[in-house]
């Protein structure tokens, strides 16, 4: 404000500057003048004083001219100057002050060319890269200088071509001595993380045309022999097969030099990459020639460049324009044919012959493709917008306000969004320009409009009470590679390439087209191959780093008025997200949190639509098919065949390493599961959105809505409290709390549940599936699917109907019945003739389910039970039941599965008995005889004085030991079963509840004892399994074993080490279990390896059911051990049930095992230290020391009914 700092000419401000006409008297002018220049004007003639005048009204002028331009300069919004005629001064004389203001505009000035002049040396246009390389190795560096002497422009060609075939050349040892990189007995977690930010890096750059840029950083590195160390072949071959698709040979030269100068060897993608560039270029066949004859010097034959390798159509043609020039003679080799799986399991389901009745979906073609159309745009789209049913509000002026209001401020939020986001992008690059592998072309995978469409919409879900911010940036990251994925599909041409494939794809499975009985997955791959290249995921730092720094921006940009009433204008504003820390589980976590106002002003707006990603949505046409490991289920978003948590990759190499025909078993399984087509029980739903939105029900799995949730009986202390006072209304807030965000996290998931089914109502839909590393299968769409609870199962229906037929009526009565609870131990007779006894309560059940008798509420399933009454009512109420068509799904339950397949194993004929493997009149209840023998070890103890056996006498029943029960098969401890005691101890309102922790740790010791006595061969098994995974994680591995299907499984435990991702508001730290180099988790591997074995076998069971039921033409779908099918069609699926299960388990799975172990891991070598041979011998002894078994006969299984019931 130098401007208003004035010493001559003051009296002009006082006064209004003078324009044509007369002079107005002195009294009319202002004050000010007179106040400020009384001074001076009295020593000065009247004349003096004139002159003086009007020069102080020139350079008052002359000044204020001089500011408007500075302030036009610094890009101010135009001011109006009104213009006045003044008598200018003599020439000669100046202003001071307008001097000062000129020579601080020239500053300006120049500072804003420098400013712009730097700011266009940073774009992208115009940085300066480094092309050439600085070789280390004298002979390298030799030849290159050789190559850049001057020559004419014809033969650079020719130079090149030389260069390539002399760094071709293996150097010999002593020549190699010089280069060869020392080899790290491990590479540390800092480093592998930093490699693994390097090769995202240079893979993005590749993607998003900025392979000058990859080129760079890579010289950069290289030319630096200490960072050069981080630098892998990965690296470098990915930079190599970006200039090879461009056709650029004289950077990939440079590449290929700089591999050989970090003492690396080629490998088959480096020799392809250089091939691919010549096949662009044409070049010389005695160029290519030398390249073949060294890539085979290393061991690598020509056919492995087009079998062992997943190429793009255009890099394979390249290829093979290369490789035929060389070699005229040279064929592409054909599609090696589907080979088939040899598993013995297996043999009947894909035989060629006997009887073949592969299901087909009951829609035309035409509606299929219809449909399949409808979810590319789903997917194409990245997200589905979904009407809330939540019940809409009134519409007040405050809502209508409300949502103005936040219309508006997402507008400016967009814009100031964009705004960062390009300034982000900019410094990144200029950063990246300078050698850091930055963000810089992450942020370019994306346009900027996409990036701020995820901004908003995770700032329109992000909770009230905040999120932590290692879980947000893991789910921003997520995205942004979900969609780039996404877009890859798109400009690669795949998505024309797919419709076609899928649309003949849909003749196998459409009801009106007639095609030779394939399993799924043998059709799409006759079909010939479709598959494009992998993408190879980001590791969980790379995630964090792109997500943290997408977070921070949004913290950044969007900001709101502090009061929202106040008037628009220049009103302080203030963030929307703040930055807290909180303790979570003892462990300060960082959290971004929403402002209040920003919270409320969404609650008043109770904007009715929520917002899903396209994989939490289930499917509205048919899945793909799982062919490998890379594709299946949805078609465009990218889907893990096994699920692993992030960072894992010993499952991916595992799988890879498989051979095709050993994973077709859990392929076709999966494939099988997800072709299932699903409708939603609109009936149903009805009846569940009426007491949703009517204060909900916690009995009937309906979450009331926050404002339901407890109070605190006072709200502030009374004067003159006392402190245990204060500690009671303390604890009791703490509570209420508590309680509070425990409904509303019940309340939103139900909320994301209802909403998806009654937006899929009028739809058939398609759950894709994919499994965990332990084989049991999952739907992919988390939020509603049939692996809920009881509500969730209830709402969902086969959208292809049966007929009942004779018996199909009998059991939608014995499912109705199982799913109350109330005959649990009678035969199916005793419960088919109940069913007929309540019919009357049935029938009330349907059709007044809310206003009735409502007996349907007292079942232990009820919405299930409701659901079953329904269809009862219906079929019974048809003219002929046997023709009714029936859509709800009936399940039959494993005994304690877990037990039946280690009563099985150990060939335990009373544990057999117990777990119903051997025929009966009646179900046998292991729960149920388990509590009665614990009860009588409490008689006993009661007997000699023991005062907690005394305290227990009439609390001893089935509910209080059966959930211990059901998991010690599954490896709980002692600890973890007297946690399960207790809870169940102080849900009953009768025990003394001063006895709560000393009769849990009683019935724990009674039980195990029980499970001892009746399930001998089940411990001795259990400790057998535990204590060879215990020597084998000791010698550093992590336990490993095959399926019965074949599937290779590894467990995931590893010591933990902690990653940092630094910089920015906060420095995130995540736990990485990253498997490469890390020692295995002993105390997790020997007590995980018992239940997870038991559940491989049990998936074993699961997938051999589905797919001979599938060859039997029935629909079938699992939740782990519970199977579902049409009523008409249960006895066939218990046939095959029990069928498979004898198949199963009369494979030598126990001696599989322990041969596969000791192969794996006993090999003794001279390398072993004393220590760790004696370790390996003692394993080899445990072994070879497999546990005795029994004599239970498992034909016995074929003839049991409540086998599976």
Same mark, same amino acid.
């Given at each position: 404000?130098?401007?208003?700092?004035?010493?001559?000419?003051?009296?002009?401000?006082?006064?209004?500057?003078?324009?044509?006409?007369?002079?107005?008297?002195?009294?009319?002018?202002?004050?000010?003048?007179?106040?400020?220049?009384?001074?001076?004007?009295?020593?000065?003639?009247?004349?003096?004083?004139?002159?003086?005048?009007?020069?102080?009204?020139?350079?008052?002028?002359?000044?204020?001219?001089?500011?408007?331009?500075?302030?036009?300069?610094?890009?101010?919004?135009?001011?109006?100057?009104?213009?006045?005629?003044?008598?200018?001064?003599?020439?000669?004389?100046?202003?001071?002050?307008?001097?000062?203001?000129?020579?601080?505009?020239?500053?300006?000035?120049?500072?804003?060319?420098?400013?712009?002049?730097?700011?266009?040396?940073?774009?992208?246009?115009?940085?300066?890269?480094?092309?050439?390389?600085?070789?280390?190795?004298?002979?390298?560096?030799?030849?290159?200088?050789?190559?850049?002497?001057?020559?004419?422009?014809?033969?650079?060609?020719?130079?090149?071509?030389?260069?390539?075939?002399?760094?071709?050349?293996?150097?010999?040892?002593?020549?190699?001595?010089?280069?060869?990189?020392?080899?790290?007995?491990?590479?540390?977690?800092?480093?592998?993380?930093?490699?693994?930010?390097?090769?995202?890096?240079?893979?993005?750059?590749?993607?998003?045309?900025?392979?000058?840029?990859?080129?760079?950083?890579?010289?950069?590195?290289?030319?630096?022999?200490?960072?050069?160390?981080?630098?892998?072949?990965?690296?470098?071959?990915?930079?190599?097969?970006?200039?090879?698709?461009?056709?650029?040979?004289?950077?990939?030269?440079?590449?290929?030099?700089?591999?050989?100068?970090?003492?690396?060897?080629?490998?088959?993608?480096?020799?392809?990459?250089?091939?691919?560039?010549?096949?662009?270029?044409?070049?010389?066949?005695?160029?290519?020639?030398?390249?073949?004859?060294?890539?085979?010097?290393?061991?690598?034959?020509?056919?492995?460049?087009?079998?062992?390798?997943?190429?793009?159509?255009?890099?394979?043609?390249?290829?093979?324009?290369?490789?035929?020039?060389?070699?005229?003679?040279?064929?592409?080799?054909?599609?090696?044919?589907?080979?088939?799986?040899?598993?013995?399991?297996?043999?009947?389901?894909?035989?060629?012959?006997?009887?073949?009745?592969?299901?087909?979906?009951?829609?035309?073609?035409?509606?299929?493709?219809?449909?399949?159309?409808?979810?590319?745009?789903?997917?194409?789209?990245?997200?589905?917008?979904?009407?809330?049913?939540?019940?809409?509000?009134?519409?007040?002026?405050?809502?209508?306000?409300?949502?103005?209001?936040?219309?508006?401020?997402?507008?400016?939020?967009?814009?100031?969004?964009?705004?960062?986001?390009?300034?982000?992008?900019?410094?990144?690059?200029?950063?990246?320009?300078?050698?850091?592998?930055?963000?810089?072309?992450?942020?370019?995978?994306?346009?900027?409009?996409?990036?701020?469409?995820?901004?908003?919409?995770?700032?329109?879900?992000?909770?009230?009470?905040?999120?932590?911010?290692?879980?947000?940036?893991?789910?921003?990251?997520?995205?942004?590679?979900?969609?780039?994925?996404?877009?890859?599909?798109?400009?690669?041409?795949?998505?024309?390439?797919?419709?076609?494939?899928?649309?003949?794809?849909?003749?196998?499975?459409?009801?009106?087209?007639?095609?030779?009985?394939?399993?799924?997955?043998?059709?799409?791959?006759?079909?010939?191959?479709?598959?494009?290249?992998?993408?190879?995921?980001?590791?969980?730092?790379?995630?964090?780093?792109?997500?943290?720094?997408?977070?921070?921006?949004?913290?950044?940009?969007?900001?709101?008025?502090?009061?929202?009433?106040?008037?628009?204008?220049?009103?302080?504003?203030?963030?929307?997200?703040?930055?807290?820390?909180?303790?979570?589980?003892?462990?300060?976590?960082?959290?971004?949190?929403?402002?209040?106002?920003?919270?409320?002003?969404?609650?008043?707006?109770?904007?009715?639509?929520?917002?899903?990603?396209?994989?939490?949505?289930?499917?509205?046409?048919?899945?793909?098919?799982?062919?490998?490991?890379?594709?299946?289920?949805?078609?465009?978003?990218?889907?893990?065949?096994?699920?692993?948590?992030?960072?894992?990759?010993?499952?991916?190499?595992?799988?890879?390493?498989?051979?095709?025909?050993?994973?077709?078993?859990?392929?076709?399984?999966?494939?099988?599961?997800?072709?299932?087509?699903?409708?939603?029980?609109?009936?149903?739903?009805?009846?569940?959105?009426?007491?949703?939105?009517?204060?909900?029900?916690?009995?009937?799995?309906?979450?009331?809505?926050?404002?339901?949730?407890?109070?605190?009986?006072?709200?502030?202390?009374?004067?003159?409290?006392?402190?245990?006072?204060?500690?009671?209304?303390?604890?009791?807030?703490?509570?209420?709390?508590?309680?509070?965000?425990?409904?509303?996290?019940?309340?939103?998931?139900?909320?994301?549940?209802?909403?998806?089914?009654?937006?899929?109502?009028?739809?058939?839909?398609?759950?894709?599936?994919?499994?965990?590393?332990?084989?049991?299968?999952?739907?992919?769409?988390?939020?509603?699917?049939?692996?809920?609870?009881?509500?969730?199962?209830?709402?969902?229906?086969?959208?292809?109907?049966?007929?009942?037929?004779?018996?199909?009526?009998?059991?939608?009565?014995?499912?109705?019945?199982?799913?109350?609870?109330?005959?649990?131990?009678?035969?199916?007779?005793?419960?088919?003739?109940?069913?007929?006894?309540?019919?009357?309560?049935?029938?009330?059940?349907?059709?007044?389910?809310?206003?009735?008798?409502?007996?349907?509420?007292?079942?232990?399933?009820?919405?299930?039970?409701?659901?079953?009454?329904?269809?009862?009512?219906?079929?019974?109420?048809?003219?002929?039941?046997?023709?009714?068509?029936?859509?709800?799904?009936?399940?039959?339950?494993?005994?304690?599965?877990?037990?039946?397949?280690?009563?099985?194993?150990?060939?335990?004929?009373?544990?057999?008995?117990?777990?119903?493997?051997?025929?009966?009149?009646?179900?046998?209840?292991?729960?149920?005889?388990?509590?009665?023998?614990?009860?009588?070890?409490?008689?006993?103890?009661?007997?000699?004085?023991?005062?907690?056996?005394?305290?227990?006498?009439?609390?001893?029943?089935?509910?209080?030991?059966?959930?211990?029960?059901?998991?010690?098969?599954?490896?709980?401890?002692?600890?973890?079963?007297?946690?399960?005691?207790?809870?169940?101890?102080?849900?009953?309102?009768?025990?003394?509840?001063? /006895? *709560?922790?000393?009769? %849990? #740790?009683?019935?724990?010791?009674?039980?195990? $004892?029980? +499970?001892? =006595?009746? &399930?001998? @061969?089940?411990?001795?098994?259990?400790?057998?399994?535990?204590?060879?995974?215990?020597?084998?994680?000791?010698?550093?591995?992590?336990?490993?074993?095959?399926?019965?299907?074949?599937?290779?499984?590894?467990?995931?435990?590893?010591?933990?080490?902690?990653?940092?991702?630094?910089?920015?508001?906060?420095?995130?730290?995540?736990?990485?279990?990253?498997?490469?180099?890390?020692?295995?988790?002993?105390?997790?591997?020997?007590?995980?390896?018992?239940?997870?074995?038991?559940?491989?076998?049990?998936?074993?069971?699961?997938?051999?059911?589905?797919?001979?039921?599938?060859?039997?033409?029935?629909?079938?779908?699992?939740?782990?051990?519970?199977?579902?099918?049409?009523?008409?069609?249960?006895?066939?699926?218990?046939?095959?049930?029990?069928?498979? /299960? *004898?198949?199963?388990? %009369? #494979?030598?799975?126990?001696?599989?095992?322990? $041969?596969? +172990?000791? =192969?794996? &891991?006993? @090999?003794?070598?001279?390398?072993?230290?004393?220590?760790?041979?004696?370790?390996?011998?003692?394993?080899?002894?445990?072994?070879?020391?497999?546990?005795?078994?029994?004599?239970?006969?498992?034909?016995?299984?074929?003839?049991?009914?409540?086998?599976?019931?």
């Amino acid at each position: 404000m130098s401007a208003l700092r004035w010493t001559r000419g003051a009296a002009g401000l006082g006064r209004v500057l003078r324009s044509h006409g007369p002079h107005r008297p002195a009294s009319e002018e202002g004050t000010l003048g007179g106040l400020c220049s009384s001074r001076r004007s009295s020593a000065a003639s009247p004349r003096e004083q004139d002159v003086q005048r009007e020069w102080g009204h020139a350079e008052l002028l002359e000044v204020l001219e001089a500011r408007v331009r500075q302030l036009r300069a610094e890009g101010t919004p135009e001011m109006r100057v009104k213009e006045v005629q003044v008598d200018r001064p003599p020439q000669g004389r100046s202003s001071r002050w307008a001097q000062k203001l000129e020579a601080e505009r020239e500053v300006k000035q120049r500072r804003q060319e420098e400013f712009d002049q730097k700011k266009r040396a940073h774009t992208p246009e115009s940085w300066t890269l480094r092309k050439e390389p600085r070789i280390w190795s004298k002979k390298l560096a030799g030849y290159l200088q050789q190559s850049k002497k001057a020559v004419p422009k014809s033969s650079e060609e020719e130079q090149l071509a030389r260069l390539l075939q002399a760094a071709l050349v293996k150097f010999s040892y002593r020549e190699a001595g010089t280069l060869t990189r020392k080899k790290a007995k491990a590479v540390d977690t800092h480093t592998l993380v930093l490699q693994q930010k390097f090769l995202a890096f240079f893979e993005c750059c590749v993607c998003t045309g900025q392979l000058p840029l990859a080129h760079h950083v890579l010289v950069t590195h290289h030319n630096n022999r200490d960072k050069q160390q981080v630098l892998t072949l990965d690296m470098y071959n990915t930079v190599m097969l970006g200039w090879a698709r461009k056709g650029s040979f004289r950077e990939l030269v440079y590449v290929f030099i700089m591999l050989k100068d970090a003492g690396l060897s080629p490998d088959l993608c480096s020799y392809a990459a250089v091939l691919q560039c010549m096949g662009r270029r044409d070049q010389d066949a005695h160029t290519i020639q030398r390249c073949l004859k060294q890539m085979i010097e290393e061991g690598f034959q020509p056919q492995l460049l087009f079998t062992d390798l997943v190429l793009e159509e255009e890099d394979r043609a390249a290829l093979l324009r290369a490789v035929v020039k060389a070699e005229p003679a040279f064929h592409s080799p054909t599609q090696a044919p589907n080979l088939v799986s040899t598993s013995m399991l297996l043999k009947d389901v894909y035989s060629k012959e006997g009887p073949v009745s592969y299901p087909k979906l009951h829609l035309p073609l035409d509606t299929l493709q219809d449909l399949f159309y409808q979810q590319l745009r789903v997917e194409l789209g990245s997200s589905v917008c979904v009407q809330s049913v939540e019940k809409a509000p009134v519409m007040t002026k405050e809502l209508t306000e409300a949502r103005k209001t936040l219309k508006a401020l997402r507008a400016q939020w967009e814009a100031e969004l964009l705004r960062v986001l390009r300034e982000t992008k900019a410094k990144m690059g200029r950063q990246a320009c300078e050698g850091q592998p930055t963000l810089y072309p992450f942020l370019c995978l994306l346009s900027e409009e996409e990036f701020v469409s995820i901004l908003m919409q995770v700032l329109q879900v992000l909770p009230a009470q905040g999120e932590p911010l290692l879980q947000l940036a893991q789910n921003l990251g997520l995205r942004v590679l979900n969609r780039h994925l996404v877009k890859q599909k798109q400009v690669t041409n795949h998505v024309q390439k797919l419709g076609q494939r899928y649309s003949q794809y849909l003749r196998l499975l459409a009801s009106d087209t007639q095609v030779a009985p394939y399993l799924p997955r043998e059709y799409w791959e006759s079909l010939g191959p479709l598959e494009a290249p992998p993408q190879q995921p980001w590791s969980m730092a790379v995630l964090l780093q792109l997500g943290k720094q997408l977070a921070e921006i949004l913290v950044q940009a969007v900001q709101m008025p502090r009061s929202l009433a106040a008037r628009q204008g220049a009103q302080h504003r203030i963030p929307v997200l703040y930055h807290v820390y909180s303790f979570r589980s003892y462990r300060q976590v960082g959290i971004l949190k929403p402002h209040p106002a920003f919270t409320h002003l969404l609650e008043t707006a109770a904007e009715p639509t929520l917002t899903f990603e396209t994989a939490e949505v289930p499917m509205l046409c048919p899945p793909l098919p799982w062919t490998s490991l890379h594709s299946g289920a949805y078609l465009l978003s990218s889907t893990k065949l096994m699920r692993a948590t992030e960072g894992t990759t010993q499952h991916q190499r595992l799988l890879e390493r498989c051979p095709p025909a050993q994973l077709h078993g859990a392929l076709d399984a999966l494939t099988q599961l997800g072709n299932c087509a699903w409708r939603v029980n609109g009936h149903l739903l009805d009846l569940v959105l009426q007491i949703f939105r009517d204060k909900g029900c916690m009995h009937l799995g309906v979450p009331p809505p926050r404002s339901e949730a407890p109070q605190p009986r006072q709200r502030q202390l009374p004067p003159g409290s006392t402190p245990v006072h204060k500690s009671e209304l303390r604890k009791e807030v703490v509570r209420c709390l508590k309680a509070a965000r425990e409904m509303h996290s019940l309340r939103s998931e139900a909320l994301y549940r209802l909403s998806l089914a009654q937006h899929l109502r009028h739809h058939v839909f398609w759950l894709p599936h994919n499994m965990d590393f332990r084989g049991r299968t999952y739907p992919c769409p988390p939020h509603f699917n049939h692996l809920g609870g009881d509500l969730a199962r209830a709402l969902l229906k086969f959208a292809e109907g049966r007929p009942l037929g004779p018996h199909g009526l009998d059991w939608l009565k014995i499912h109705l019945i199982n799913l109350t609870g109330l005959k649990k131990g009678d035969s199916l007779r005793v419960r088919l003739a109940f069913a007929d006894e309540v019919m009357e309560e049935i029938l009330d059940s349907a059709d007044n389910p809310l206003t009735g008798r409502k007996w349907w509420m007292e079942a232990d399933e009820p919405w299930q039970t409701l659901a079953c009454c329904m269809e009862v009512a219906q079929a019974v109420r048809s003219p002929d039941p046997t023709a009714y068509i029936s859509h709800l799904p009936v399940h039959q339950d494993g005994s304690c599965n877990g037990l039946q397949h280690y009563a099985a194993l150990g060939r335990d004929s009373v544990g057999a008995a117990s777990v119903n493997l051997t025929p009966s009149d009646l179900p046998q209840d292991v729960y149920r005889e388990v509590a009665t023998q614990v009860e009588e070890f409490r008689q006993q103890d009661a007997k000699e004085g023991l005062r907690v056996a005394q305290v227990l006498e009439g609390f001893i029943s089935r509910k209080v030991v059966k959930q211990t029960v059901m998991t010690v098969v599954y490896g709980v401890t002692r600890y973890g079963g007297r946690l399960q005691i207790e809870k169940r101890l102080q849900e009953l309102s009768d025990f003394p509840q001063e /006895f *709560v922790w000393e009769a %849990s #740790q009683y019935l724990v010791r009674q039980v195990f $004892k029980s +499970l001892q =006595e009746m &399930f001998s @061969s089940t411990r001795a098994i259990q400790h057998w399994l535990t204590e060879s995974a215990n020597l084998i994680s000791h010698a550093g591995w992590p336990v490993e074993w095959v399926t019965p299907l074949g599937i290779p499984i590894i467990q995931p435990y590893h010591r933990e080490s902690k990653v940092q991702v630094k910089g920015g508001i906060q420095s995130i730290t995540f736990t990485s279990s990253v498997d490469d180099n890390q020692k295995p988790n002993t105390l997790k591997q020997k007590n995980g390896f018992p239940p997870n074995f038991i559940h491989s076998l049990d998936s074993s069971h699961m997938m051999l059911t589905a797919l001979h039921c599938y060859r039997k033409g029935l629909t079938f779908v699992s939740v782990h051990d519970c199977f579902w099918t049409h009523a008409a069609d249960v006895p066939v699926m218990n046939e095959v049930c029990r069928e498979q /299960f *004898v198949r199963l388990h %009369s #494979q030598p799975i126990l001696e599989n095992l322990a $041969k596969f +172990l000791e =192969e794996r &891991f006993c @090999s003794v070598s001279r390398s072993l230290k004393p220590s760790e041979r004696a370790l390996v011998m003692k394993l080899r002894e445990t072994l070879q020391s497999l546990p005795e078994t029994g004599t239970f006969d498992l034909g016995q299984v074929i003839r049991s009914t409540y086998f599976f019931s």
